[in-house]
Structures are given as structure tokens and as C-alpha cells.
């Protein structure tokens, strides 16, 4: 099959960095545990991830073509597997987020090098939606592969127990594996390279230009608001789990896996279901089902107390619920990022690429960092009501990405 190797190594790829990425929920509750840090304090962890990420890619994505995407992979992955090998001997909180940022600045070479890679193998819009909802899917498989690795090294009973560190011996080794993929996999990118002679002031100045269209910052608006939902909740949920639901924290981080694993589901699904109904319909009608399922989740986890975990059975019903709001909230952001990137000739994607992953990981760190002072001054429950006021707020932003979606197909057709 062509592409079948690069391809793969996407995959790979995203599925590693959705381990690194959102184990930060874990180490959240960790930080609590071990360092006896505050929830406000450990919230801080997002923002290392978050910020190095935003800044990174908007040095490098106006240029990113021309060090070259697979280089960039290289790099990004090379970087990342250094500093699981050296954590677990440091295991300071300083060392913690050191990692973070080194992931968070490697995943911005990542992510715009996998978004560019999209629209090198792709042809039509629909193969482009399709296989972007199906990379974003192994990224939830990722996280929920984290939850249960992580889960295996905690140590419920010693909150200072640093076994837990042990596992980025093993995340470390993945990324070596994933290393040598990515550095035999073919791929051809002529097409993504800029004009010849284009100096980097001028790269930077076609960024910005790129963000003044009225699509652009449409979709800028859509794709912030998506993310301060996703990771207000997914970064929380252990600790929601934990403290208002009172489950052990090693249950508390496999009952967040079903966020990971029902937003895997639903990008698959939506992998398909994309390919043959409206994008617009398809979202509009997940972000109702979401907020309905806040309304309904929340309040069964007002009268949670202490529970004796022995089977499964014995998990609160509450804990089995609101995680699966991920399932609706899965297609939006694949299906957005997929419909901006379409809409632009390809010599444009890594430049655009590079503003959703700074919009994105803006928007992740200020929802854990609202979440996280809500959390510590209103309690859990408030904290994940806060997620109405977004979600209703992006359904009348993907309603105006959608008018704007039109009105650019129309002005480039008479053009």
C-alpha cells in the first residue's frame, strides 16, 4: 500500500506523544501525592507542556518546510526519549516539568510535521478528514495506553513511594523504537517546500497574514475553545476521580482511561462517519449530546463518599459516565483542524499547522489552569460545570467557522 510505512510511523508517533502528553493528568495527582504540592501548584505542570508548545511552534512553523518534516520527527522524538532516561534518576518537581516542556517542544515539531506529512499523502478533502480523524484517534489510544502504564508503577498504599518514575524508562525505550520507524519510512516532500529564496522575515509576515483571514480566525476561535474543554476535563479527571469521587488513586487514573478510550472510539467511528454526512451536522449535534451528558453525569456524583474498591462493579456509576463525553467530543477537532488545512494550498499547511498547535496548546493551558483554581477554591463538581460555558460558547463559533468556511470556497472559486 503506498504511504503504508510513513503512515504507520504517524501513527506511532502520535500514539507516544498522547502518552507523554496527557499522562500530565496522572502526574497532576502525583505531584499532590509525592511532592504534597497544591492543586493550583500542580496545575503549573500543564502550563510547562502547554507554553513550550505554543512558543515552539510559532518559531518554528513559518520555516519548519525547510529543516523538513521527517528531520523534524527525528528530532522531536530523539529529544523526548533523552529525557525519560534521565527523570527517573533526577525526581525532583523541577525535573517533572523540565519533561514537559522538552515534550511539549518536541510535540510542536511533531504535530506540525504530521499535519504537513497529511496533506503530502493525501488527495481529496474527505481521504484528508478521514485519515486526520484517524491519526487523532491513535493519539486517545495513546493516552489511554498512559493510564494504564502509569497505573501499574503507582503505588496506592506509600505516597512517597517514587516507583511510579520507572516508567519512563519504558516510554523512553518506545521512543527509540519509534525513532528508527520514522528514519527508514520514505517521504517524498517537494510539494511542501517553499519558494526558492524566500527569506524567514518573509516566512513569519505570510504567518501573519495567514491569521488576519476571516476563516482563520474562525477556525483560531474553534479550535482554542475545543481544547480548553478537552484538557480541562481529561488533565482533572483523575484528580475528580480521586477527590470527589474518593476512588483509590491507581483506580482514578484507569477510570480516566474511559475519557481516552471513548474519544479513541469516536474519532475511528467518526473516521468513517465523516466520509459520507456533513462535518458542520456532525459536530453540532456531538456538542449538544455533551453538554447534555455534563447535565446529567454531574450530579450523580454529589453524594459520593468512601468506597471499598475490591471488583469493578464496586466503582460509583458516576466514574463510568462522565467520561464518556469524550465520545461526543471526539470528531470536532480532527474535523476543523481537516477542514482549515483543506481549504489552503498545501505549501501553506505547515504554516497553518503551526498556529493550530499554538491556538491548541493555549487553550489546553488555560482550561487546567481555570480548572485547577476553580477545582481548589469551589470544589471538583463546580469545576467540571465550568465546561457548559465553552461548549456552549464553541457552538456558536463552529456556527460562524462554518459561514466563513463557505464564504472563502465561494471567493476562491469566482477568483
Not at 517542544?105 to 478528514?129: D, M, N, P, Q
Not at 480541562?232 to 476512588?247: A, D, E, G, R
Not at 470544589?379 to 460555558?389: I, K, M, R
Request: net charge positive; glycine share 6%; charged share 10%.
Amino acid at each position: 500500500m503506498e504511504f503504508l510505512k510513513i503512515k504507520i510511523s504517524v501513527f506511532i508517533n502520535y500514539l507516544l506523544f498522547g502518552i507523554m502528553l496527557n499522562s500530565v493528568g496522572t502526574v497532576i495527582l502525583q505531584a499532590q501525592r509525592y511532592y504534597g504540592v497544591s492543586a493550583s501548584s500542580a496545575a503549573v505542570l500543564e502550563a510547562f507542556k502547554d507554553i513550550t508548545i505554543a512558543v515552539v511552534s510559532f518559531i518554528v512553523a513559518s520555516f519548519i518546510t525547510r529543516i523538513g518534516y521527517k528531520k523534524s520527527m527525528q528530532i522531536g522524538l530523539a529529544a523526548v526519549a533523552i529525557g525519560c532516561f534521565i527523570v527517573p534518576s533526577i525526581k525532583t518537581f523541577i525535573a517533572v516539568k523540565l519533561l514537559f516542556a522538552i515534550t511539549g517542544a518536541s510535540f510542536a515539531l511533531i504535530k506540525i510535521s504530521v499535519f504537513g506529512t497529511i496533506g503530502l499523502i493525501t488527495k481529496t478533502e474527505k481521504a484528508h478528514v478521514s485519515l486526520m480523524s484517524f491519526v487523532e484517534s491513535f493519539f486517545m489510544i495513546g493516552i489511554l495506553s498512559g493510564y494504564f502504564l502509569f497505573s501499574y508503577f503507582i503505588d496506592d498504599a506509600d505516597a512517597a513511594s517514587g516507583r511510579w518514575f520507572s516508567v519512563y524508562y519504558l516510554i523512553g525505550a518506545f521512543y527509540l523504537l519509534a525513532l528508527l520507524l520514522v528514519s527508514i519510512s520514505p517521504l517524498d516532500e517537494s510539494a511542501a517546500k517553499p519558494e526558492p529564496g524566500m527569506k524567514f522575515r518573509q516566512s513569519y509576515t505570510d504567518m501573519l497574514k495567514l491569521l488576519m483571514l476571516p476563516l482563520v480566525v474562525s477556525f483560531v476561535i474553534c479550535a482554542f475553545l475545543y481544547v480548553l474543554i478537552e484538557q480541562s476535563i481529561m488533565s482533572w479527571l483523575p484528580t475528580f476521580n480521586n477527590k470527589v469521587l474518593h476512588l483509590p488513586s491507581s483506580i482514578s487514573v484507569l477510570m480516566a482511561g474511559i475519557m481516552a478510550s471513548s474519544t479513541a472510539i469516536g474519532r475511528f467511528l467518526a473516521g468513517v462517519l465523516l466520509k459520507r454526512i456533513s462535518w458542520y451536522i456532525c459536530l453540532t449535534v456531538c456538542l449538544f449530546a455533551a453538554a447534555g451528558l455534563v447535565l446529567i453525569a454531574i450530579p450523580l456524583a454529589s453524594n459520593a463518599g468512601p468506597y471499598e474498591i475490591r471488583t469493578w462493579a464496586d466503582v460509583p456509576f458516576a466514574a463510568y459516565i462522565f467520561p464518556l463525553i469524550g465520545f461526543f467530543l471526539a470528531p470536532i477537532y480532527p474535523a476543523i483542524n481537516s477542514v482549515i488545512l483543506g481549504a489552503l494550498p498545501k505549501n501553506q499547511h505547515g504554516t497553518m499547522s503551526g498556529l493550530i498547535v499554538v491556538f491548541s496548546a493555549l487553550g489546553g493551558s488555560l482550561g487546567s489552569l481555570i480548572t485547577g483554581y476553580i477545582f481548589q477554591h469551589y470544589g471538583g463538581q463546580t469545576a467540571f460545570y465550568f465546561s457548559l460555558l465553552p461548549i456552549a460558547t464553541l457552538t456558536v463559533a463552529l456556527f460562524l467557522f462554518q459561514k466563513m468556511k463557505t464564504r472563502h470556497l465561494i471567493e476562491h472559486t469566482l477568483s
